[in-house]
C-alpha cells in the first residue's frame, strides 16, 4: 500500500471512531434515561392506591428495564467495535511511518544521483571550455605537414550572457544597438539558426569574445544555462582571454552578493541609472580605449 492509500485508510478509520464516540454518547444518554425510568416507575407501583396502578406501573418498569438491558448490550457492541477500530489504526499508522521512511530514503538516493549527475554536467561543460581555449588560435589557417587546420571562430567584440526572460525589456534592444552601433556581438537570436548546436555555438561564442556581457537579474540567478555561461566566462577571465562586465537590471548589489560576491565586487553598470543608449556608450568608448 502506498503512502497515499495508507494515510486514506487511516483518515476513514479516524472517521469511523469519531462516528463510534457519537453513538456511544447517544446511547449513554438513552441509557440514563431509561434508568430514571424504571426508577419513577418502581417507585410509583410503591405507592399505587390500587393493585391494577400498581401492576401498571410495574410493567412499565419491566419494559424500561428490558430496554436498558438492549441498550447495554448495544454499547457492548459499540465498545468492541471501538477496540477493533483502534487497534486497525494503530496497525496502520505504524505501516505509514514505515512507508515514510522508506519515501524518504528513495528521496535522498534520488536527490544524490541528481546532484552526482548534475556535477557530472558540470564538470564535462568545465572540460569543453578548456579545451575550447586550448584550440582557440588567431583567424588564420595553418599549414603542417601538407594538411590544413580550420580558420579559428571568428571573433567577437562582445559575448551576451542573459536570462530570457530579460529580452523583451532590455536584452534584445541592448543587441540590437550595440550591432547599430558596428560591433560584433554574439547574441543568441544572431548567432544560432535552425538545427544549429546551442552548446557547440556558446562555447565557440565565449571562446571568441573578448567582452562577456553580464545581464544580472532575479531571473538569471534562477536559470542553471545562464550560471553555466557565467561559469565558462570566470574561466576565460583567469586565462586573460575575456572580461566580464556586469549588468545590473532590477537588481540590488545585495542581491547580487548573495548569489556571487566576486560579480559584486565588481564595477556595474545599472540599468536603473543609464539609458541603453549610455550604455552601449560605454562599450563604445572601452573597446576604442584598447580596453584599458
Known sequence: MSVALTRSAIARIQKALADLRNKDAA?????ADLTAKVNRAAQAAGRASSPSTASAKLREA???QNDLATLTKTRADIAKAFASKTSELTR???RLASEEDQDRKKTAV???KLEAERAKQIAQLDQRLKNTIRSAAPESTQR???TTTRPAAQAHDVFISHA???KEDFVRDLANRLAAAGLSVWYDEFSLNWGDSLRQNVDRGLASARYGIVVLSSAFFKKEWPQRELDGLFQLEMAGRSRILPIWHKV???EVAAHSPMLADKLALNTAVLSV???VARLVALLADGGG
Open 92 to 94: 496502520l499508522q505504524d
Open 62 to 64: 419491566e419494559r424500561a
Open 252 to 254: 540590488s548589489k545585495d
Open 164 to 166: 530570457s526572460e530579460d
Open 144 to 146: 603542417v605537414r601538407g
Open 277 to 279: 543608449d549610455e550604455i
Open 110 to 112: 534520488l536527490e544524490k
Open 27 to 31: 446511547a449513554a444518554r438513552k441509557e
